[in-house]
């Protein structure tokens, strides 16, 4: 039972790899910026609708992706971006313009340990 479990693991990654491989782009010019209260994501992307593109954020991974509708030069891209857990992933906002897309994941505020008071009976 192990062996399959890892045997299925491996041919998962081993696909995953080779999708990416073959469908993604990572040669588009992008910068990270953090902020006091934000990271900021901002992405290259010239010609592209905002239908074409698709960003997900979840279980601390930001993902982009394109796909061109019509035939063109443009090819289809795919990224993924570990994002730290001190952000808030549920409230990303993404805007497109001018061909340059700008993902914002705003910082989640700072936990203050709540101090508790031991009663004694």
Do not use: C
Not at 89 to 118: F, H, M, W, Y
């Amino acid at each position: 039972m192990a062996r399959w479990v890892l045997f299925k693991f491996h041919m998962r990654n081993l696909t995953d790899y080779v999708w990416d491989e073959l469908f993604s782009s990572s040669d588009l010019p992008y910068s990270w910026n953090e902020k006091d209260n934000s990271l900021n994501l901002e992405l290259d992307i010239p010609g592209f609708s905002k239908e074409e593109v698709e960003v997900k954020s979840k279980l601390g991974l930001v993902s982009i992706a394109g796909n061109p509708k019509e035939q063109s030069r443009r090819k289809k891209f795919k990224l993924s971006f570990r994002i730290p857990n001190t952000v808030d992933s549920d409230l990303t906002v993404a805007e497109l313009a001018n061909g340059v897309l700008r993902v914002t994941i705003p910082k989640k505020e700072a936990e203050v340990p709540k101090e508790i008071v031991v009663k004694v009976s």
